[in-house]
């Protein structure tokens, strides 16, 4: 089974957004939120529209019990995820009700997991990134949040991984950038 790797390069992202967009912004939201929260695909998949709402407006936080841990959690929407959530409820999703997925398919249950490894697989494909699947989106966010120089202890809160040495492989630091950061100093 091949590992998949977050998106380190922003243009990249930046192309992923608008590829999905094209296809519709349900698609587009789903990265957004993913690269912007840290959830797990199966938190983001199973949310619904009274989860990411405060009346009839996108919700400032998303309170939530974790699938895979029980924990409970909560995950403030930064402005990219909040006005991609703003756009796609006005322009996708105008007369959306509290009990609907936040993440509808054709048939009215929530997207599969296959559909959304499928879907970002395929815009991965021509923006001409390799080794992604759904968990990129957490990796990515992990990445960027490490290197924007916040405390590996907070990302490692954030991911709500056991240590830090398993934060800094999840999100893709390896030993190469851990040399090059020492061969870099001159004292």
Known sequence: MQTVEP???PNKIEAMKRLLRSTSLRNEL???MGINTGM???DLLSL????VTSGRSPAQRIERKEQKTGKQRSVVLNKSAHCSLKKYMKEERPDW???EPLFMSRKGGPITR???HYILKEAAGYAGIEHIGTHSMRKTFGYFAYHAGHDITVIQALLNH???QETLRYIGVTQDNL???VQGLEL
Do not use: C
């Not at 619904?48 to 989860?51: R, S």
């Open 7 to 9: 998106i380190r390069e």
């Open 114 to 116: 296959q559909h959304a």
């Open 48 to 51: 619904t529209m009274a989860d």
């Open 179 to 181: 040399d090059a950061v």
């Open 30 to 32: 789903l990265f957004v």
């Open 97 to 99: 009700r509290g009990h």
């Open 40 to 42: 797990r695909i199966g």
């Open 162 to 164: 056991s240590s830090q």
